[in-house]
C-alpha cells in the first residue's frame, strides 16, 4: 500500500506567543515537534506497511526547518518525505493550506491511502483532513478509531468512526483519506537505525513555481479567513480553595461547595 | 442576487432533534435579528416527527428547510455535503452555522473546501460587525490560550462551526409562527462510495461528555478503577457525566471517549468537577473553558487549583462520600 501522512510542525504546546500586531504566532525561539496528534496516524501508516507491504510517505507544508519534522517521521519508519516551503504560501489558513497540500499529493502520483491526524494543536481546527478530501474528490471518514480491514488487492477499506453515541463502521474504498483518533494507535519511538536513515534521506520538495497551483489561491491572499484580533484570555480564576485542618474543617467546606452549587444554580 | 439570511444546522439522532440544534438557532436568533433578515434552520437526516420541525421554530427559527430521505439515515460526509452546497449555491444564504460536533466538524470543512469560503472551527463567541455587518467569529486556540476573532469579509456566505453547550436554547415560543418546506430528494446527491455498515453504541451517557451540563472527571488519584464507581455516584447526584484525565483512560479506569484534554475532546459544561487529577497543560485544554470548575486534589500546588473557582485540598477518598451523602440529603429534602 501507498500510504501518504500529512503531518504539521507545531510549537511546543505550553509557551506559544503570538505577535499582537500580526496576529500570527511567534514562531521564533519555540521548540518545534511533530503535531502529538499526527503520530497516530504515522504509527497506524507504519501499521499497514508492515501488513501489507507499500512505502508511507509523509508530507508537510510550512517554513524550512518543517524539514526537522519529516525527518523524526523518517526515523519513526516512514519511508518517503516531501516538504512543501515558499514565502508565497506564508499566512495560509486551512483553506489555502488544504489547496497546496491537495496539489501536491496530487503531484506525488498514484496513492491508496492518506491519513491525518485528528486536528493540530496550534490552530486546532481539524479542518484540513476534510479539507483535502473535499479538494481531492477523495472519500472520507473522519475521526477514525480503528482500521479493521483494507484490503489492496479488492480496495476495500473498513474503519470505526467514533460519534457522539459510540462508534460506526463505515466501508470505503482505496483510495481515501481518514483522519484518525488517539484511539487507533500506540506510537512508536524512533529507532537509532531510523535515525540513520532520517540523516541521509532525500527530502522532496515543492515550491510556488514548481507546483501547479493558481497564485490567488495561496498564501494571505489565498485565504478567505482574516485573523483580526488576538487576545490572550485570563486563565487563573482565584477561587476559593479551602484546605481543611480536621474533621469538622472537612464538613464545613463541603457545606460550602454545596452552598457554591445552589449559588451557581447548579442544585 | 445578493446573499442573505443565516442559517443554522440542525442535527437529528434516532428521530429526534438534537439539543445543539436549539443552541445554534439562538446564536442564529441574535445576528439574523443584528441583521435584520430570516433565520432558516436546515435539517439534513433520515426521517424526524412533524412535530420536531415545530419545535425548531419554537426555538427561533423564521423557515424550516428539510431533506429527508432514507439515504441519509446515516451521515455520508460526501452525500450531506453535496446537499449543503446545492442548497447554498442555489439560495445564497449569507451565514452558515453547524454544532462543533462529530459530523459538524466534518460536513463543514467539507462543503467550505468545494464553496471556496471561509470557515472558522469552534466557536464560542459571534457577533455581526456593527459598520462592516462581517460575522465576527470568536474562538479558542492553542489549547485554550488564545482567544482568536476571525472573519471572511470577500467570500460567502461566512460559515462557522459552533462548540456545544456555549450557548443556551431560547425559551420554547408556542406563538411563534414559521414555514416548514420540505426540499425534495434528488437521488443524484447520493455519492455511493461509502457505507455506514454498523453501529455500536456504547452503553451509559458518559460517552456523550461534550453535551452534558455536569462532568465529573476522575484522574490518576482516584488510585483504581473502581474507585470511579464514586464518580459515577457524584455524577448522578448532580445530575452530569463523568469523564477522565488520559492518565487514567491509559490505566483502564475509563474508556477513550471520556477522555479530557488536547488528545480527547473539549468539554464546555456549566460544571466541571475535577478529582484527583493534576491539570496538566494538555488536560487543561479541554477543560479551562467550563463555565465553573471545581477541583478536589491532596496537593496544594496542584495546577489544576489555578482555574478552579472552588477547591477543597483534601483527600478524595474522605471529600467524595460525604459531598454523596450531602447531595443525597439535599436531594430528598
Ligand atoms: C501529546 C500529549 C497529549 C496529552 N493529552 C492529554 C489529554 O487529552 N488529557 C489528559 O488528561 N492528559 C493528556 N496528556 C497527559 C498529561 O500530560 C498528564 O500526564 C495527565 O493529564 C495526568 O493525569 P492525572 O492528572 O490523572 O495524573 P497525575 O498528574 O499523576 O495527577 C494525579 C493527581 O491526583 C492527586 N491525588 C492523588 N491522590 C489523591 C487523593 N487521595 N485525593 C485527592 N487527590 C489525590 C495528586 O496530588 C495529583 O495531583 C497528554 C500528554 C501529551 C504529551
Ligand atoms: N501545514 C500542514 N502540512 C501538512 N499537514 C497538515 C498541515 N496542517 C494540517 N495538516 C494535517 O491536517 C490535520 C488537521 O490539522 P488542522 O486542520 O490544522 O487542525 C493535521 O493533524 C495534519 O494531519
Known amino acids: 500500500m501507498n500510504i501518504i501522512v500529512a503531518i504539521k510542525q507545531v510549537p511546543e504546546t505550553s509557551n506559544v506567543k503570538m505577535d499582537p500586531v500580526t496576529g500570527t504566532m511567534i514562531r521564533e525561539g519555540v521548540e518545534s515537534i511533530i503535531n502529538p496528534l499526527d503520530l497516530y496516524a504515522i504509527e497506524a501508516a507504519n501499521q499497514l506497511k508492515e501488513a501489507h507491504g507499500g512505502k508511507v510517505t509523509v508530507v508537510t507544508m510550512g517554513p524550512p526547518n518543517a524539514e526537522k519534522a519529516l525527518k523524526e517521521a523518517i526515523a519513526m519508519g516512514c519511508d518517503e518525505a516531501v516538504l512543501i516551503s515558499d514565502r508565497a504560501f506564508a499566512g495560509a489558513d486551512t483553506w489555502s493550506t488544504s489547496y497546496v497540500l491537495a496539489k501536491a499529493i496530487e503531484d506525488l502520483g498514484e496513492f491508496d491511502l492518506i491519513l491525518c491526524g485528528e486536528r493540530a494543536t496550534d490552530g486546532d481546527t481539524g479542518q484540513v483532513g476534510p479539507n483535502i478530501a473535499a479538494a481531492m474528490d477523495v472519500p472520507l471518514a473522519t475521526y477514525v478509531s480503528q482500521i479493521e480491514s483494507a484490503d489492496p488487492a479488492t480496495g476495500e477499506l473498513l474503519v470505526w468512526r467514533m460519534t457522539e453515541y459510540g462508534y460506526e463502521k463505515l466501508q470505503l474504498p482505496l483510495p481515501s483519506l481518514l483522519t484518525v483518533v488517539k484511539e487507533i494507535s500506540f506510537p512508536r519511538l524512533p529507532t537509532l537505525r531510523g535515525k540513520q536513515r532520517a540523516r541521509a534521506a532525500d527530502i522532496k520538495s515543492y515550491n510556488a513555481s514548481n507546483l501547479e497551483v493558481e497564485k490567488d489561491k495561496i498564501g494571505l491572499k489565498g485565504s478567505p479567513t482574516r485573523v483580526i484580533k488576538i487576545e490572550t484570555p485570563k486563565v487563573t480564576r482565584g477561587g476559593t480553595i479551602i484546605k481543611p485542618a480536621d474533621e469538622k474543617d472537612l464538613e464545613d467546606a463541603v457545606d460550602k461547595l454545596i452552598d457554591f452549587l445552589k449559588a451557581k444554580e447548579i442544585l | ?333
Not at chain 2, 455587518?133 to 485554550?144: E, F, N, S, V, Y
Open chain 2, 1 to 333: 442576487m445578493k446573499h442573505q439570511n443565516v442559517w443554522t444546522i440542525a442535527e437529528a439522532h434516532d428521530g429526534k432533534l438534537r439539543t445543539v440544534s436549539y443552541e445554534l438557532l439562538a446564536r442564529g436568533r441574535q445576528l439574523a435579528d443584528d441583521l435584520g433578515q430570516e433565520l432558516v434552520s436546515v435539517l439534513i437526516s433520515g426521517h424526524v416527527d412533524k412535530d420536531e420541525l415545530q419545535k425548531l421554530i419554537e426555538r427561533g427559527a423564521d423557515r424550516v428547510l428539510v431533506v429527508f430521505d432514507e439515504w441519509l439515515d446515516s451521515f455520508i460526509a460526501e452525500t450531506y455535503s453535496n446537499i449543503l452546497c446545492d442548497l447554498i449555491l442555489e439560495r445564497k444564504p449569507e451565514i452558515v452555522l453547524a454544532a462543533a460536533t462529530f459530523n459538524g466538524r466534518t460536513l463543514l470543512p467539507h462543503a467550505a473546501m468545494r464553496l471556496h469560503v471561509g470557515l472558522t472551527a469552534d466557536c464560542t463567541g459571534l457577533a455581526i460587525d456593527p459598520i462592516t455587518k462581517d460575522l465576527l467569529q470568536t474562538r479558542p486556540a492553542i489549547g485554550g490560550n488564545i482567544l482568536a476573532t476571525i472573519k471572511s469579509p470577500d467570500h460567502r456566505p461566512q460559515m462557522a462551526t459552533v462548540r456545544p453547550k456555549s450557548t443556551k436554547p431560547l425559551d420554547k415560543d408556542k406563538d411563534r409562527k414559521g414555514e416548514i418546506e420540505l426540499v425534495p430528494f434528488k437521488t443524484a446527491w447520493v455519492d455511493p462510495r461509502v457505507k455506514r455498515l454498523a453501529t455500536r453504541e456504547e452503553a451509559g451517557e458518559d460517552i456523550n461528555i461534550q453535551e452534558a451540563d455536569v462532568v465529573v472527571a476522575g484522574g490518576r488519584g482516584m488510585k483504581k478503577g473502581e474507585n470511579f464507581n464514586m464518580l459515577q455516584t457524584l455524577a448522578r447526584n448532580l445530575g452530569g457525566v463523568v469523564g477522565a484525565t488520559r492518565d487514567a483512560v491509559d490505566r483502564g479506569w475509563a474508556k477513550y471517549p471520556q477522555q479530557v484534554g488536547l488528545s480527547g475532546k473539549t468539554v464546555t459544561p456549566k460544571l466541571f468537577v475535577s478529582v484527583g487529577a493534576s491539570g496538566s497543560i494538555q488536560h487543561l485544554a479541554g477543560m479551562k473553558t467550563s463555565e465553573n470548575i471545581i477541583a478536589i486534589n491532596t496537593n496544594e500546588d496542584a495546577n489544576i487549583f489555578q482555574v478552579a473557582d472552588f477547591g477543597i485540598v483534601a483527600d478524595l477518598f474522605e471529600v467524595l462520600p460525604l459531598l454523596n451523602k450531602k447531595l443525597e440529603e439535599e436531594g430528598s429534602k
